[in-house]
């Protein structure tokens, strides 16, 4: 079984900064794209960021220049560093990522696998 835990959720005041990180662990053979995702109250889920194996990254619009997301292969965590926050960036945030592994014949398989969310409150 493969697993994501989330930490560094909390609340801050705007323009404030706030670093979440993701580990993953359990039965992995290769890590693809890692990625963040937020939810805020009445609204859909949106991508925030992502970052490929090879370190490429993409972010939505209302994000760029204010976070960057990394990550440590050695570690098998993503981060997302969150600077100049807004009340708009007020969400619950889930880490993704694309997670391959062997099966017992050896045969490569990759899933999908989703964070339990950590809330990020911006407010003064």
């Known amino acids: 079984q493969v697993q994501l835990v989330e930490s560094g959720g909390g609340l801050v005041q705007p323009g404030e900064s706030l670093r979440l990180s993701c580990a993953a662990s359990?039965?992995?053979?290769?890590?693809?794209?890692m990625g963040w995702y937020r939810q805020a109250p009445g609204k859909q889920r949106e991508l925030v960021a992502s970052?490929?194996?090879?370190?490429?990254?993409n972010y939505t619009d209302s994000v760029k220049d204010r976070f960057t997301i990394s990550r440590d292969s050695a570690k098998n965590t993503v981060y997302l560093q969150m600077n100049s926050l807004k009340a708009e960036d007020t969400a619950v945030y889930y880490c993704?990522?694309?997670?391959?592994?062997?099966?017992?014949?050896?045969?490569?398989?990759?899933?999908?696998?989703w964070g339990q969310g950590t809330q990020v409150t911006v407010s003064s």
């Open positions: 993704n990522a694309d997670i391959g592994r062997l099966t017992l014949s050896r045969r490569y398989v990759s899933n999908t696998y």
């Open positions: 970052i490929a194996s090879g370190g490429s990254t």
């Open positions: 359990g039965s992995i053979f290769r890590i693809n794209d």
